[in-house]
């Protein structure tokens, strides 16, 4: 009963800051650009009136357009409950929980691809096509970067991997994190969340044409999507498991603001790139991961 | 009971459906499912009972005494091979049935019939004669229900391709297995390992056995034969027929001494395999050629798996091997299942529409939604996610690549290799079949043709729920089948025989069951609400273009066009192009072909120069008697010269 009370704690804890992060990028970029800037809360509200708004479904949708971001909601909700959160642990752990933290963050590209693709409109088939193809080059980043993390501390569990900080190589593995979380959650460089030129977008491009609960549910589980690869990239470099509880409750949360404040000045400092050159930079994370985890073993065993 | 009268049930079966099966088709049905149920039957007997069954005959056939063997291995692909060869069965009377193909239908029952007996005689032989007799037999039912619908010229060139490959791997065969009955004195099978000077004979069983699993680049046969063949005959081909490759493989790595690089080349080639098998396979077109690549790919997982295991064995039998062959292993069963449910559902659109070409698809899940629904669970599957089957192998294949790594012995480089390559296979995977489910069930039919469509009827359907619920069953209860995996890798690696695991089958269990509940309870509850609030149907909003028609929908070239890219050094593709001119202009066209490069830019331009050769060397040979005489004279000329100079003969 105490896991049940335990996870359900947890979960509403992932869900309910997860939203905040957008909203901190926001008013990072606004505070650069000297503009005043949405309300650190805009998203809660964004989300709280997309629940109410009716649905209006494409002709050509068949029901797993409704369906695919619910299961990617869910699957993202599940990856949360893998991470464990400092010196509390995981709500679950067992050993090679990170391969299947790894695929639920697939089967939510998955959904969110597929339900793309059900409105037959061009922009949302571009905006698959960038998505699904450059997971190729962040899904061997990630691989190889939880394999360092695997090497250094000789487990396969999340728990187990994320105590200590990554070692000799954890400048290496953070730039390739920090760069993989900007991709993976479509911020700039690699795409830009503000846009309106369809043709230059990933993410905004698949979600054209939701609305209404559907529109809320994707928003919500892409900044859940973003705390999860900051808390990762946090807890990656620092050593989590040495702190006490206090102390890593609060190294956690700077953490999380720090790589929050980074995305938002990248995207203030930084003009999203050329698409040819996005496959460059993501090569570029998939080398930093790989000479991270080449540290980790020869290194390691030196 | 024992699994000996069961096989005699099935064999027998078999053998009156062979018989029988062209005139009587419900008799033969029935018959085919009893001999396939007394497979199964036998086949769990073994898994989950007694470890091992043998059986020696007097009656001899060619001279040698018939000497059977079941053991954990050989029934774990029985077991498939029996499920397969049911599903099949069903699926063939709707959707091959005798109305429509009057003449091939009963010719493909029998063939069919003799296909799962020789695979069977293949499975539970062990006398090396009886496996090569087995092995022929098995190509060449295979040949015949690739070639059923032998009017048309591409399936006979995909037919003449298979029998020609398979051949050339059969010559490897016949030299391994004579070469062993040479070397122990006998043609009876069985473990060897302490024999170290048979070593070397592994490399001729990894080539010959190698063709027919498909290992790239022994593949060429493989991409035509299974997209040409109906497509029935494609789910067993690619679910079970290249199987018995990596059966062979597995079979002789595991009972014949094995080289120390053999576990290095069997990762290597495996990583290989998955990479490019599924990076061919997301450029394709024709979706069943999409699927064939797609099984390369997967036979190059179960490699993975089954090097890491060659490798664990040579650096003292590290338990991560175990873990490896294990998910290989179930990989072998899951696959068969996912393989076999999608080209089922591919059948589906093809019996419906006629054509293979994605490009000319789209929308078809209102019409048929149910092929829609287990294709898509089907994709799921194969592209490895949680919670269905696929992704319990591939995470015990990662687990054990996993545990190699951390393990830092001298395998750990290979195995970090390995696994990038299986992560970015299966990314490649994920974007296939986004691919492939969205260009032939979603968006706006692209043709008018195939705008109108059925859905087949409950005979084509009924064997795609069983397969699909053998895909849930083994993602939400794993570890249900974990015992008899276990058989079959104690039966590879005895010392590997106990029941226990570090993998945490049963946890991954029950999350796979929670998350399931909760992906049903979250869609049910996204639409509810979506209901309450008011739902209305418009036009695809597209940023706000008021005529989007068919044509304008992403095409599966554009889809696959960015990965692709990094792959066009091998993929090479030729593309046909006219461009647009002028102000007006009245037709521009792309068309774009990706060649088999193994076949077309390496065999066939090799063949072209064997043959020019010997063109040129033909000449000498024209019917011109006087020229023959001349060659006479000057061949003793050249001879007294050479023995007047001092030569010695």
Redesign the interface.
């Known amino acids: 009963m105490s896991t049940v009370i335990d996870i359900v704690f947890r979960l509403a804890w992932w869900l309910l800051l997860a939203p905040l992060l957008p909203g901190i990028i926001n008013r990072i970029k606004a505070w650069v650009a000297g503009r005043r800037g949405p309300p650190v809360l805009q998203l809660y509200y964004d989300l709280a009136r997309l629940?109410?708004?009716?649905?209006?479904?494409?002709?050509?949708a068949?029901?797993?357009f409704?369906?695919g971001?619910?299961?990617g909601?869910?699957?993202l909700?599940?990856a949360v409950l893998l991470i464990p959160l400092g010196p509390l642990g995981a709500g679950?752990s067992?050993?090679?929980d990170?391969?299947?933290m790894?695929?639920?963050l697939?089967?939510a590209?998955?959904c969110t691809?597929?339900a793309a693709?059900?409105?037959?409109?061009?922009?949302?088939?571009?905006g698959?096509?960038?998505e699904?193809?450059?997971?190729?080059l962040?899904?061997?980043a990630?691989?190889?970067a939880m394999?360092s993390l695997?090497?250094h501390t000789?487990?396969?569990s999340l728990t187990k991997m994320l105590e200590p900080t990554a070692g000799p190589g954890a400048v290496l593995l953070a730039a390739g994190l920090f760069t993989v979380l900007l991709a993976e959650n479509c911020r700039v460089p690699f795409d830009d969340p503000n846009t309106h030129l369809?043709l230059t977008m990933i993410h905004e491009a698949m979600v054209?044409?939701h609305s209404?609960?559907?529109l809320a549910?994707i928003l919500h589980g892409a900044s859940l999507k973003l705390l999860l690869f900051s808390v990762l990239l946090t807890e990656a470099v620092l050593p989590m498991g040495q702190l006490s509880p206090f102390a890593a409750t609060g190294a956690l949360l700077a953490g999380v603001l720090t790589v929050t404040i980074g995305v938002g000045l990248v995207e203030s400092f930084l003009a999203r790139f050329a698409f040819r050159r996005v496959?460059l930079l993501l090569t570029m994370a998939v080398l930093l991961c790989?000479f991270a985890?080449l540290i980790a073993?020869k290194g390691?065993?030196a | 009971m024992t699994p000996g009268p069961l096989l005699l049930i099935a064999a027998s079966s078999l053998a009156a459906g062979f018989v029988g099966g062209g005139r009587w088709s419900k008799t033969w049905l029935g018959l085919t499912l009893v001999g396939a149920a007394a497979g199964f039957w036998a086949a769990l007997i073994i898994l989950l009972g007694p470890p091992e069954w043998e059986w020696w005959s007097e009656f001899s056939v060619g001279g040698e005494f018939l000497h059977l063997r079941l053991d954990g291995l050989s029934a774990l692909f029985l077991a498939l091979l029996s499920l397969v060869g049911a599903a099949g069965a069903v699926y063939a009377r709707e959707y091959w049935s005798d109305q429509r193909y009057p003449a091939s239908a009963p010719r493909g029952r029998r063939w069919w019939s003799s296909l799962v007996l020789s695979m069977g005689m293949v499975l539970t032989t062990s006398n090396g004669l009886h496996f090569l007799m087995g092995w022929e037999l098995f190509t060449v039912s295979a040949f015949f229900l690739i070639t059923l619908d032998r009017q048309s010229r591409e399936v006979r060139a995909a037919g003449w391709l298979y029998l020609a490959a398979s051949h050339a791997g059969t010559v490897c065969l016949f030299a391994f297995f004579a070469l062993l009955a040479a070397r122990t004195g006998s043609w009876d099978l069985g473990p060897v390992r302490e024999q170290v000077a048979l070593a070397p004979l592994l490399w001729l069983a990894l080539l010959g056995f190698g063709v027919k699993a498909g290992v790239f680049p022994l593949h060429v046969w493989l991409p035509s034969a299974h997209a040409s063949a109906p497509s029935h005959v494609s789910a067993i081909m690619s679910g079970v027929a290249i199987k018995m490759g990596v059966y062979g493989i597995v079979r002789f790595s595991g009972w014949l001494p094995v080289p120390a690089l053999a576990g290095w080349i069997v990762i290597a080639f495996g990583s290989l395999s998955a990479l490019l098998g599924i990076a061919f396979a997301f450029a394709q077109n024709d979706y069943k050629r999409l699927l064939a690549y797609c099984s390369v790919e997967n036979v190059g997982i179960i490699l993975i798996g089954v090097g890491a295991a060659l490798l664990a064995i040579s650096h003292g039998d590290a338990p991560w091997g175990r873990l490896a062959l294990a998910g290989a292993l179930l990989h072998v069963w899951n696959h068969g299942a996912f393989k076999s449910l999608l080209f089922f559902s591919a059948g589906s659109v093809l019996h419906a529409t006629g054509t293979r070409e994605m490009s000319r698809l789209?929308?078809l899940?209102?019409t048929k939604?149910w092929t829609?629904g287990l294709f898509?669970l089907g994709?799921?599957a194969v592209?490895?996610?949680?919670p269905l089957n696929g992704?319990v192998s591939?995470?015990l294949v990662?687990?054990g690549l996993?545990?190699a790594?951390?393990g830092?012995g001298p395998a750990?480089?290979a195995a970090?290799l390995a696994?990038?390559m299986?992560?970015?296979a299966?990314?490649?995977a994920?974007?296939s079949?986004?691919?492939a489910?969205?260009m032939i069930?979603?968006?706006?039919a692209r043709t008018q043709a195939t705008s109108k469509t059925h859905e087949g009827g409950w005979g084509m359907r009924a064997p795609m729920l069983a397969l699909a619920a053998v895909c849930v069953a083994i993602g939400l209860a794993p570890v249900l089948f974990w015992p008899a995996v276990v058989r079959a890798v104690s039966v590879w690696h005895p010392v590997w025989a106990a029941a226990d695991t570090?993998?945490?089958l049963v946890?991954?269990g029950w999350?796979h069951v929670a998350?399931a509940v909760?992906?049903l309870v979250?869609?049910r509850?996204?639409?509810k609400?979506?209901r309450q609030?008011?739902?209305?149907?418009?036009?695809?909003?597209?940023?706000g273009y008021a005529a989007?028609t068919?044509r304008?929908?992403?095409s599966g070239g554009?889809?696959?066009?960015?990965?692709a890219g990094?792959f066009a050094w091998i993929l090479l593709p030729v593309t046909r192009r006219l461009r647009p001119r002028g102000p007006m202009p009245e037709q521009a066209l792309q068309q774009q072909r990706i060649p088999e490069t193994v076949l077309e830019r390496v065999l066939a331009p090799a063949g072209d120069v064997i043959i020019q050769i010997s063109t040129a060397v033909r000449r000498l040979q024209h019917g011109h008697l006087q020229s023959y005489i001349f060659y006479l004279v000057a061949g003793l000329a050249a001879l007294s010269g050479f023995v007047c100079f001092g030569g010695k003969p």
């Open positions: 629940w109410q708004k009716e649905v209006v479904l494409s002709t050509l068949s029901p797993g409704v369906a971001p619910a299961v909601w869910i699957s909700t599940a679950l067992f050993r090679g990170v391969v299947l790894l695929y639920l697939a089967l590209r998955f691809t597929w693709m059900e409105t037959g409109s061009a922009f949302e088939g571009m698959s096509a960038r699904v193809s450059y997971a190729v962040a899904e061997a990630m691989i190889a394999l695997s090497v000789g487990s396969v369809e054209l044409d209404g609960p559907p549910v496959p790989v985890l073993w390691g065993a | 789209g929308g899940w209102r939604p829609t898509a994709a799921l592209s490895g996610l949680p992704f591939e995470w990662y687990l996993f545990d790594v951390t830092q750990a480089g970090m696994a990038i299986l992560g970015v299966g990314a490649l994920l974007a079949f986004v691919k489910g969205a069930f979603l968006g706006a570090t993998a945490p946890t991954l999350v998350f909760s992906v979250a869609a509850f996204l639409w609400r979506a609030n008011g739902l209305s149907r418009a036009l695809t909003w597209d940023c989007p068919a304008m929908q992403y554009s889809f696959a066009g960015i990965a990094w």
